[in-house]
Structure formats: structure tokens, C-alpha cells
């Protein structure tokens, strides 16, 4: 098949190759686990227990708050320590479930049977993707079963699973697809049950052939599943880029991908659906590179979440010397954090370790206007002159000039000659914008529908 892709975009050096051969091992807990009541976008899930509970693998311990938000699901078998705020290592606290394993793995009552999903009905289905917790894995973290939750199943003709991996360095995806292939095809069948119009498709960038070789191998036959290859090309794998790549159609910061007949699913998600649905697991665990330079025996570990990223460092053989930067997911839209006393967490792709920090050796210069962040720009916007609308906190020329439909994918930043820091400023703007508008809606809906207060 015809190999796809998008305009512009940029090549950042792979570094792949140190972890793509290692397979997946599964890797148990040492110490206490922690567990965020925060992993998806939305409101936080509130506390499920209390200290001294003891819990099963597979209990509850965080039920979501609202339409937006999810589940957390225990692990372990154990006893709840503390249920307090804890730093998520980038300076934010977050109210966590802090437990204690017994390393028994009791679990809960039908946890792992075998369930028959061609039985199930929709509602059921997306019933029991809600209570397993599953979000996009990718790192978004957008919860699965409110992007299943569209108006009409019968207007979806897409359901691409997101197997680009297009970030350096992170290689779980991958493994994945070689060594669980038949779990991420049966999770793509069962989504295929909820929107009858819909082929599914299997994005995954080519400089994974093998990848696409078996899933290939695995959707022989079948009239409703297929594989696209895409270029290898950063950021390939952003929800708006690949449905663009996949489908040619163009989607915008205003419309929901479901408005352009298309869900998109993280290739580990996806697998997930196939664990939640087809065999009774709710997301327990997780695969997660860790990988740099600065790593002994780069690795790939399946592991419960709520392990200390520490644990999994020293798995892998633990540091060269000290780390300059510790990223959690890739180097490009990657989150740098202080240390490795923070939790694998759902969204948790990538530990990465880096000898040398380079954003801090590059110092900027002036605009030297030579349109090569124009050139790379999948959304074609401007960000030379966004940046520069940014710093005058000039946020309606901001809004007008397009800086709402950045993904933040910083591929500005990455070609910029002069290392001016583009993305960051552009991402900071939106950030203002957004929430300048949020604060302006909760201000008119205090205000009395009409007439002064007291008129009827």
C-alpha cells in the first residue's frame, strides 16, 4: 500500500535503535506503589478508600467525578498507607492513594475471565471500557469512553488505531505490535462492533516494516481492517496529523474527530480495550521504555502502574553517570521532571535519560526570517509571528492569526537556526487564551438571564 503523510514536519534523530530490539518484561514492585487520582485530561478521580483498607488488584481505589474524568483501578493486592497530595515531580501536587503491596496479587472477584464480547450489546461495551479506566495511552490521557461516546455510530467510516510511535527514543508501542499482535487486532474488532460503517486501520510509520509486516500478516483476509503506512516523519502520531495522513481530510481545533467521521485510538489503548472487554482486566499495567543515553541496557518493561520510575531505571541497569535531564516521554513533547520518586502512571510512555541537556546549551539569537518554521508547521500557521504576538501579550492578534490551532508539537523550536523558543511561547499564549475564555464563560453564566435582580 501507498505510503501517507502531511505537509511539513521534521526529522529529529531516532535514537530507536538502543531499545527497539528489547522485548517487553514484565517487572514487579518493590516498595510502596503510588497512584495519582489525576491521569487524563478531565476532573480528577476522587478517592475510593482510606488509610488502612486493604485492597485487591483490581479494586477501585479512584471513582471518576464526572463525565469527563476516570477510574483508577488498583494494581496490587494491599493495604492503603496514605491517601494524600504528592508531587507529580514537575512541581505540581496531586491528591494520590499511596499503597503498600503484599506482592500476592489477590484479586477481585472475576478479574481475568474470559468474557463473550460478540454477545455484548454497545452500552455494554462502552460500560465496561468506562469502569476499566482506559484513556489514550499515548500521553493525552483523554478518556476512552467519552471519544467513543459520539452523537451517531453511523457516521464514523474511521476507526485509525494510532500505532505512528513518531516521537524519538520510545519503542513500547512497537513491541507491541510484534509481540501482542493478536491483542491489538481483537481490540480493534471489538471497536469495530460499536460504529458498523467503519473500516479499521493500523497507522504505523515505516521505519517499523516489521510492525507493519504483522499486523499485515494478522488482518489477511478481512474486509473491514487494514494497515497504512506512513512516512517516518515527527509529529506523524498527533491526532489532527494522522487523521489528515490517513483520510485527507483536515481537522481544526473546533471539531472533534467523530465530526469528521473518524476515532482515533493510541495503539496501547487499543490493546487495552482487548484486555478490558475480551478478558475482564480493567488498565492495570502499562509498557514503558526507558531508553537515553545515559542508560546501561535500555529496555522496554511491562509493569503494574503506580511503580516508582526508579524501579525501572535500576531494572535497566541504572545510570552511566548523573543524568543532566530525566524526560518522562519523548524529547519533544516530553515532560522534564526532577527525579525518579514519582509513579508510572497511564500515560507513562517513556523514562528517558539524557548525559547532556542541549535545550540548555542553545542560546537564542534574533528572527533571521528565513521561513523555516513556516515550512515545518503541520497546522501551516506562523510561528515566527505568533511568538512575536505572544511576547506582546497580544492575545486577540494571537487568537486572529490562527495561535488557538497549535498542537504544541514544537517542531518550530526543533528547526529554528536561531533556538528561539517558539513553540514554548505560542503554547503559553494558548494556554492564556484558553483560559481567558474559560473565566469569561463562568463570569456570563453567574450573570442573571435578564432583567435586574429581583424583576420577574
Do not use: W
Not at 137 to 158: C, E, H, N, Q, R
Not at 197 to 213: C, L, Q, R, S, T
Not at 302 to 315: I, K, N
Amino acid at each position: 500500500m501507498k505510503t501517507r503523510s502531511f505537509k511539513g514536519g521534521v526529522h529529529p534523530a531516532g535514537g530507536k535503535e538502543m531499545s527497539s530490539g528489547s522485548q517487553i518484561v514484565r517487572l514487579e514492585p518493590k516498595g510502596e506503589l503510588i497512584f495519582p487520582m489525576l491521569q487524563h485530561i478531565g476532573a480528577p478521580a476522587t478517592p475510593a478508600v482510606k488509610p488502612g483498607d486493604r485492597v485487591l488488584l483490581g479494586s477501585v481505589i479512584g471513582r471518576a467525578s464526572g463525565f469527563v474524568s476516570c477510574n483508577i483501578i488498583s494494581s496490587v493486592s494491599g493495604t492503603v498507607k496514605r491517601v494524600e497530595p504528592i508531587d507529580n515531580g514537575a512541581g505540581t501536587m496531586i491528591e494520590s492513594v499511596v499503597i503498600e503491596s503484599d506482592s500476592e496479587y489477590e484479586a477481585v472477584e472475576g478479574f481475568g475471565d474470559p468474557r463473550d464480547y460478540d454477545r455484548l450489546s454497545k452500552d455494554e461495551i462502552r460500560r465496561i471500557i468506562s469502569e476499566a479506566g482506559l484513556v489514550g495511552m499515548g500521553g493525552a490521557g483523554f478518556p476512552t469512553s467519552v471519544k467513543l461516546a459520539v452523537k451517531d455510530d453511523s457516521l464514523i467510516d474511521y476507526v485509525i488505531v494510532n500505532g505512528a510511535e513518531c516521537e524519538p527514543y520510545i519503542t513500547c508501542d512497537h513491541r507491541l505490535m510484534l509481540e501482542r499482535t493478536e491483542k491489538a487486532v481483537l481490540g480493534l474488532k471489538i471497536l469495530l462492533r460499536l460504529f458498523e460503517n467503519a473500516k479499521g486501520v493500523f497507522a504505523v510509520e515505516n521505519n517499523k516494516p516489521d510492525a507493519i509486516g504483522a499486523l499485515g500478516e494478522a488482518v489477511r483476509g478481512s474486509k473491514r481492517m487494514y494497515v497504512q503506512p506512513l512516512k517516518t516523519k515527527y509529529p506523524q502520531g498527533g491526532e489532527r496529523v494522522v487523521v489528515n495522513a490517513v483520510t485527507g481530510r483536515r481537522l481544526s481545533s473546533k471539531k472533534l474527530p467523530s465530526e469528521l467521521g473518524c476515532v482515533v485510538v493510541n495503539l496501547a489503548t487499543v490493546a487495552a480495550v482487548a484486555d478490558a472487554v475480551a478478558y475482564s482486566t480493567p488498565l492495570v499495567s502499562r509498557i514503558v521504555t526507558v531508553t537515553g543515553e545515559d542508560i546501561k541496557e535500555p529496555s522496554n518493561f511491562e509493569v503494574p502502574l503506580g511503580t516508582a520510575t526508579g524501579e525501572l531505571v535500576e531494572a535497566a541497569g541504572g545510570f552511566l553517570e548523573p543524568p543532566k535531564k530525566i524526560i518522562l516521554g519523548g524529547p519533544m513533547m516530553g515532560s522534564s521532571v526532577s527525579g525518579l520518586n514519582v509513579p508510572v502512571t497511564k500515560t507513562t510512555s517513556c523514562i528517558l535519560c539524557l548525559k547532556n541537556d542541549g535545550a540548555a546549551a542553545k542560546e537564542p539569537s534574533a528572527c533571521i526570517r528565513c521561513g523555516r518554521c513556516l515550512d515545518v508547521c503541520p497546522e501551516r500557521l506562523m510561528p515566527a509571528k505568533l511568538k512575536a504576538l505572544a511576547d506582546r501579550f497580544d492575545y486577540g492578534g494571537f487568537e486572529n492569526l490562527g495561535g488557538l490551532e497549535c498542537i504544541g508539537c514544537g517542531s518550530c523550536t526543533y528547526i529554528c537556526p536561531a533556538k528561539r523558543r517558539l513553540s514554548q511561547s505560542i503554547t503559553a499564549a494558548k494556554r492564556q487564551v484558553l483560559a481567558d475564555k474559560r473565566a469569561a464563560a463562568q463570569k456570563r453564566s453567574l450573570e442573571p438571564s435578564g432583567g435586574k435582580e429581583g424583576e420577574k
